[in-house]
């Protein structure tokens, strides 16, 4: 005894065409790289071997394009005269092997780092000043 299953089509944006035409249960291996970068729709219609339909639409955003890091400069910012930038523009490399060199993006210590490291050290500062000069606290 046969079971019957439902087939699902899987659409990419606006195409006609189905990316896939599959029976369920599935697992698919999406592949991104095809797509560019920006906002895309995955739309699955699924048919019922009664013959019903239905529709979900997954909205989704491919970034497979170096990642672009800028440190200086954000949305919406109010600016005049000369901006000191960091660009930095790294890629995922290949996903099999993972290599620490080269990986990170580079950037400044933010100020609010800066501020707790002092005072770490002025309170350690104190604290020894205090312990080996015997005076009371």
């Known amino acids: 005894m046969t079971k019957d299953r439902s ?13 896939a035409e599959l029976k369920t249960p599935i697992v698919f291996d999406f592949d991104t790289s095809k797509l560019t970068d920006g906002d895309h729709v995955l739309k699955i ?5 009664a013959g019903r339909e239905g529709i979900r639409k997954i ?3 491919v970034r497979n394009g170096p990642s672009i890091s800028v440190e200086g ?5 109010v600016v005049d005269g000369i901006l000191p930038l960091m660009i930095n523009a790294y890629d995922k490399g290949n996903q099999k092997s993972f290599v620490i060199r ?3 993006t580079q950037q400044t210590i933010p100020v609010w780092m800066w501020i707790i490291i002092i005072l770490i050290a002025g309170w350690s500062a104190y604290y020894l000043i205090t312990y080996f000069s015997g005076l009371p606290y």
Not at 73 to 77: M, N
């Open 7 to 19: 087939s699902v089509f899987l659409f990419i944006d606006d195409d006609a065409k189905p990316l």
């Open 45 to 49: 219609v699924s048919k019922s071997p």
């Open 59 to 61: 909205n989704f955003t």
């Open 73 to 77: 400069l954000s949305e919406d910012d």
């Open 102 to 104: 080269g990986s990170e």
